[in-house]
């Protein structure tokens, strides 16, 4: 059973940079064909994938946000890491860590808990 599980800080000063990691366990992001999203959620905007890396670490990203995003991972770890760079309020929402169903990037058959991020000052 794959597990994935984010971590970070809940709150970032606006035009702060936001980081947070996601820890996959029960499997591994470097499986042949596997790739793995960040999405968030907010009352105003829904649910918005803002990115991804594969197995290959080859990255994508939604292109509203690619000025400000990038997504690396740490092999040794078995995470993923988001930045966001000049976040504002509008960034506020629950950050998602997911993996890809069938290697995809509009559905997602795992996902972390979520983490509540809070853009104030």
């Known amino acids: 059973q794959v597990q994935l599980q984010e971590s970070g800080p809940g709150l970032v000063r606006p035009s702060q940079t936001l980081s947070l990691t996601c820890t996959v366990s029960?499997?591994?992001?470097?499986?042949?064909?596997?790739?793995w999203s960040w999405i968030h959620q907010s009352p105003e905007k829904g649910l918005e994938w803002m990115g991804a890396?594969?197995?290959?670490?080859?990255?994508y990203y939604n292109p509203s946000l690619k000025s400000r995003t990038s997504i690396s991972r740490d092999t040794s770890k078995n995470q993923f890491t988001l930045q966001l760079n000049s976040v504002t309020s509008e960034d506020t929402a629950v950050y998602y860590c997911?993996?890809?169903?069938?290697?995809?990037?509009?559905?997602?058959?795992?996902w972390g808990q979520g983490t509540q991020v809070t853009v104030s000052s």
């Open positions: 997911v993996r890809g169903a069938d290697g995809g990037l509009s559905r997602y058959d795992y």
């Open positions: 029960g499997g591994s992001i470097t499986t042949a064909r596997s790739i």
């Open positions: 890396i594969t197995y290959e670490a080859t990255t």
